[in-house]
């Protein structure tokens, strides 16, 4: 593929299809990210590339802006230590994001050359992938990658992009005025469509929930739970006698045993609360995440949780009252198909709401 070409094909992928991903083929993308311009050469930057299915799982779970299950996160940092040992503080506090931004895309064009699909995330939250990863102090997380094939069936549309008379300006930028930034929508349509792109490497190193240290004890032992909670188990079918008022509160119960789990007291069996944590730490890490996020990502994450609350409830009740599980399942199906609309169309993106409260009234 010619360059621009990967250039104009490359999108961010959200849903992805099973098949792995070659270790050869990932060290043929980081290889290529290497190849990146850095200030004064440094190449400050350090790739950790995590494609063991359990530890994907869990750096999921505390990435609210990473969807569609990928095989293989790519997990970008920056050595700050050795970036400033070698090019001095301002390599250290500038140019090594700024390098590590250049090998992203590199990394992500090289994907879309070989076909395979990427989206950057920077919705993570920071201290719960430095304890899932052991990172060292001395090293900088700049950005999440999630990699894989493409489900063929769900491939994104392109997404709409300025026109370049808006964004191009030869000799002088006095032309450039206020009025040409004002328009909310647009502002978030350009900067949402790939989410590490919203803010700088830099701004996200802040700790979202205050000052530094605070968090890290509730995020640490939230890690903790995770490493200690067992993988997926297979699907047990509820009794046909189960009301879904019972239904409802063993959901509700299954949460509180996630939130035990995270405070550090295991569940009680080895089948209990995977769910409920899975969603605990989504809300958690999303919650501390939203502070200088673009403003729909607040209807995006609750809508998410949303969905991941519907799809529990139409498990557990499909035997019990299976009308309302199929309204349920609809509800969660309709988020899934529609709740990225928020990065391309907003319009469409808040119709769903609306088709979802809808929806949702047929299963009260």
């Not at 050469?41 to 969807?67: E, H, I, T, Y």
């Not at 050795?82 to 390098?99: H, I, N, P, T, V």
Request: charge should be negative; glycine fraction near 6%.
């Amino acid at each position: 593929m010619e360059t621009s070409a990967a250039i104009l094909a490359r999108r961010s992928v959200r849903v992805f299809s099973d098949q792995p991903v070659s270790r050869d083929l990932l060290r043929s993308l980081v290889e290529a990210a290497t190849w990146a311009p850095s200030a004064s050469n440094v190449q400050a930057w350090r790739f950790c590339v995590v494609d063991d299915p359990a530890l994907v799982r869990k750096l999921d779970m505390v990435s609210p802006g990473l969807s569609g299950k990928p095989p293989v996160i790519a997990v970008v940092l920056s050595d700050r230590e050795y970036a400033r040992a070698k090019g001095g503080q301002k390599a250290a506090d500038e140019f090594s994001s700024l390098d590590a931004a250049y090998a992203c895309e590199n990394l992500m064009l090289a994907a879309a050359d070989a076909g395979l699909g990427t989206c950057a995330i920077k919705s993570y939250n920071d201290d719960a992938v430095r304890s899932l990863l052991n990172v060292p102090d001395g090293l900088q997380v700049e950005l999440l990658i999630s990699l894989g094939w493409p489900d063929p069936a769900k491939s994104p549309r392109a997404p709409k992009r300025k026109p370049l008379d808006e964004v191009l300006r030869f000799n002088s930028c006095e032309t450039w005025g206020a009025e040409e930034t004002s328009s909310h929508t647009d502002a978030v349509t350009s900067q949402a469509d790939d989410e590490g792109r919203t803010a700088s490497c830099a701004e996200q190193s802040r700790d979202a929930i205050g000052a530094e240290g605070k968090a890290r004890p509730v995020q640490t032992s939230l890690s903790e739970a995770m490493s200690a909670s067992p993988a997926p188990q297979q699907e047990t079918t509820q009794p046909s006698a189960v009301a879904y008022e019972t239904a409802f509160h063993g959901s509700l119960s299954a949460a509180m045993a996630a939130a035990s789990a995270a405070a550090g007291d295991p569940p009680h069996s080895a089948e209990e609360g995977t769910d409920g944590l899975e969603l605990l730490a989504y809300m958690v890490t999303s919650a501390a995440g939203l502070q200088g996020e673009p403003a729909i990502y607040g209807p995006l994450r609750l809508i998410e949780s949303s969905k991941r609350v519907a799809a529990q409830l139409a498990d557990s009740l499909k035997t019990a009252d299976p009308a309302r599980a199929e309204a349920l399942r609809n509800l969660a199906t309709l988020i899934a198909e529609r709740q990225n609309d928020c990065m391309t169309d907003e319009d469409s993106f808040y119709a769903m709401l609306s088709e979802a409260a809808a929806l949702l009234a047929k299963a009260l």
